[in-house]
């Protein structure tokens, strides 16, 4: 392997480093006052509590389909190793909505209390939050692939082993953008017609205990189950790249067949060095 077909996997490598260095930086920032603090600990563990219920219904699924998918490589030419795909792409799916989420329901606090100094402080927290989810969805997904990728190269049946790498990780997908979806739409229906109706409450009034639910659901359905559907479409759009040049002809270690890994790995780079360019202005109206 030349140093060129390395560069996906130092890319992985240095998105999640780069990710890990945000969320200490994120985390060392003050939370603000006592009030804050619950509020925020309060969203914190009702969307660990959920995703946590939500990921043990889901791991009965994965169990099974990896059953079957085992099942089948017996009786069919599918290899065994699409089951052990398959299982991967789930977990690594579901790590990345994890991430996003701890760190999505540990920076509003933090964001508000830094918009206080001012705005490009709250910005860069906010920002550097958003960049962690961001950071693990693309490294977690282009480490993932190009270890199935590197392992298998030589094997007959590598677009079937990497398409059950994709197909775990648009069950995590369906599951959390779906689960996540019907809660969040439920918690704010619910918050309304108890706040508005009922007792005359403002919206998002923290007064009224059903807007914890409804912020539990926004984090739910917005940062767990994004982070799942990109990690989805991220991997997938990967995995058709190479599987289209085997297709056409190209053999599996040609360099055609590893341009799409190659790609991704430069976006990378790319993404982590635009993160160093982000900025405020002092005036808005000229921000843009």
Do not use: C
């Not at 795909?85 to 830094?114: C, D």
């Not at 067949?257 to 635009?274: D, E, K, Q």
């Amino acid at each position: 392997m030349d140093w060129v077909g390395v560069i996906p996997l130092v890319a992985g490598i240095v998105a999640i480093l780069v990710a890990a260095y945000l969320t200490y930086f994120v985390s060392s920032k003050s939370a603000g006052n006592k009030r804050m603090k619950e509020l925020m600990n309060s969203i914190h563990r009702g969307a660990m509590t959920f995703l946590n219920e939500e990921y043990k219904i889901i791991s009965i699924f994965v169990v099974i389909v990896m059953a079957a998918l085992l099942l089948m490589s017996f009786y069919t030419d599918m290899p065994w190793q699409t089951a052990i795909s398959f299982l991967v792409g789930a977990i690594f799916s579901a790590l990345a909505g994890n991430i996003g989420m701890r760190i999505a329901t540990k920076s509003n606090a933090r964001a508000a209390e830094g918009v206080k100094k001012s705005f490009g402080n709250g910005l860069r927290i906010a920002f550097s939050s958003g960049a962690v989810m961001g950071l693990s969805v693309v490294g977690l997904g282009i480490i993932g692939v190009y270890i199935f990728y590197q392992a298998f190269i030589d094997h007959a049946s590598l677009s079937s082993i990497l398409f059950g790498f994709g197909f775990g990780a648009s069950s995590i997908a369906l599951f959390a953008r779906v689960g996540g979806g019907i809660y969040t739409k439920s918690a704010d229906v619910g918050a309304d017609i108890v706040g508005k109706v009922e007792a005359g409450i403002p919206e998002d009034d923290p007064r009224n205990p059903a807007v914890i639910a409804d912020n539990v659901g926004d984090n739910v359905g917005d940062v767990a189950g994004m982070g799942a559907d990109l990690f989805e479409s991220y991997v997938d759009s990967i995995i058709a790249s190479i599987t289209l040049a085997i297709l056409v002809g190209y053999a599996a270690t040609a360099s055609e067949t590893v341009y799409p890994l190659l790609i991704a790995g430069i976006g990378i780079f790319s993404s982590i060095i635009a993160l160093t360019f982000v900025r405020s202005e002092k005036n808005a109206y000229t921000a843009m």
